[in-house]
């Protein structure tokens, strides 16, 4: 195994002579980053429950709306490698206030926009702020204390599962009582805010050790490749995995990949080297995040959402109980648990805390999938996730994809493995699909031992992700 020996192993500083931060305006810092991820949060939860009512505000169909989502996770999915890298050349901040001043720019289109494809063009530029996750990381890796960096990746992984389940309540409540642009007006305030406080909290200048430019190059074939892998997976579930149509696209998925491979080895600065993608410090993290996502992410908003109101073969519920019952609780549990998971993993190690949220993961998914005509054990389970999956899984990721990403792309890695969750996602509600739309029991069991043998297999690999220099295994 080829294996790089310029790996960032402990938070970098940003310029020589950097002094590292704690106390209160180690609390100041997190803060603010905070109010930078909650703007791209609430822009991806709030406005789900929403959809119907956008759809037929302009006379059409609730399917219609499904771009307003898709076109704003593929921006996503884009943005946080390129800009993510973009950073390393002209700064945290400056990039920050960038993803932002996008976003703020695209909810003002929102709205404002009189049609449907407007508004989509504008959840498009709204979703370039997923950026904004992987730079608030990197951000902390540069300027806090090594003692308060774990909790402070918990916090901020903490957000990513949603505000403790009831971010979408209110956006229902929101859109149901003031109208759905009602949910745009609230994220521009919260992005003005955001963008202000990081102005005057963020600091100036680039990373040390980082040289040359950008890769454009690099960065388009990438981002050509992200595309083409997202509507392989989406077109393989509508179309068939055997349509023409899904077959052009996984042509043009592997074509964009060799393309982008060919590129970087050629490229005197890369996104991110050959040798790199190669190593035990990059491909593990990026497989374990694919993986884990789509078994336990297909678990907890699909399956188990399909089961949970099926009257006849499942558990009968209303949706809204469905998601009292089986989705906040997760949720919730995790706001607490990813900043413990961070606390943990500074002190008992990043790999340890990783592979023991994968392992409880794989559990959970086991006794939902062994039990799953039982209410409660499928509820106990898919609870117990808020700990092992939004917790310690989730905050390990996160913070390894910092801690092992190459020191001379800081950026690199943790933009890749950002883009990586969005995929793993729809692979795994993808591969469950077919079964768990059978609506009978043996098709909900079936989805979920699918979900088990995908978190298997990212257990498997988790055991390949190298250790940060200095961490013991």
């Not at 730079?135 to 901020?156: C, D, H, K, P, W």
């Not at 509508?238 to 964009?256: F, M, Q």
Request: hydrophobic residues 55%.
């Amino acid at each position: 195994m080829n294996t790089p020996t310029s790996v960032a192993t402990s938070p970098p500083d940003i310029a020589e002579g950097a002094t590292k931060i704690g106390g209160r305006r180690a609390a100041l810092l997190i803060s603010t980053l905070l109010l930078g991820v909650l703007s791209f949060q609430l822009n991806a939860s709030m406005v789900t429950p929403a959809l119907p009512q956008i759809a037929a505000s302009f006379g059409l169909s609730a399917d219609s709306a499904a771009p307003v989502q898709s076109m704003f996770f593929l921006a996503g999915a884009i943005a946080g490698p390129v800009i993510g890298r973009w950073s390393d050349f002209i700064g945290r901040r400056t990039a920050l206030l960038l993803v932002l001043g996008i976003m703020g720019a695209g909810t003002i289109l929102c709205i404002a926009a009189p049609t449907l494809p407007i508004l989509i063009a504008g959840r498009f530029l709204q979703g370039v702020s997923s950026a904004v996750f992987a730079l608030a990381y990197i951000v902390l890796s540069e300027n806090l204390q090594a003692r308060v960096f774990g909790t402070s990746v918990g916090i901020i992984a903490a957000i990513n599962g949603g505000v403790g389940g009831v971010d979408g309540y209110f956006g229902g409540l929101m859109a149901e009582t003031l109208g759905f642009r009602s949910i745009f007006v609230a994220v521009l305030i919260l992005t003005a805010i955001a963008a202000g406080c990081i102005l005057k909290t963020v600091p100036k200048g680039r990373p040390q050790g980082v040289r040359g430019a950008m890769d454009w190059w690099g960065a388009g074939s990438l981002s050509v490749f992200l595309v083409f892998i997202t509507y392989f997976v989406s077109g393989g579930s509508a179309a068939g995995w055997t349509a023409p149509s899904t077959l052009a696209l996984l042509a043009g998925t592997v074509a964009s990949f060799a393309a982008f491979w060919m590129i970087e080895k050629k490229r005197t600065n890369p996104l991110i080297a050959v040798h790199h993608l190669r190593s035990r410090q990059v491909w593990p993290v990026i497989a374990t995040t694919v993986l884990t996502l789509a078994g336990i992410f297909a678990i907890i908003n699909f399956t188990v959402v399909l089961l949970s109101q099926d009257t006849h073969h499942g558990f009968g519920l209303s949706a809204s109980l469905s998601a009292l019952l089986f989705l906040t609780p997760a949720a919730l549990i995790g706001v607490f648990a990813a900043p413990l998971a961070g606390w943990l993993a500074d002190r008992r190690g990043w790999i340890k805390t990783m592979r023991a949220g994968t392992g409880m993961s794989l559990a959970c998914a086991t006794a939902a999938a062994t039990f799953s005509d039982n209410q409660v054990a499928v509820l106990i389970a898919v609870a117990a996730l808020g700990i092992f999956y939004n917790g310690l899984f989730l905050t390990a990721i996160n913070g390894l994809s910092v801690l092992l990403s190459p020191k001379e792309a800081p950026a690199a890695l943790p933009g890749i493995n950002g883009a990586s969750f969005g995929i793993g996602a729809s692979l795994g509600v993808v591969l469950v699909a077919p079964f768990a739309a059978q609506a009978t029991s043996a098709g909900y069991t079936t989805a979920l031992w699918i979900s088990v043998a995908i978190t298997a297999a990212a257990f498997l690999i988790s055991l390949f992700v190298a250790a940060p220099k200095g961490e013991k295994l």
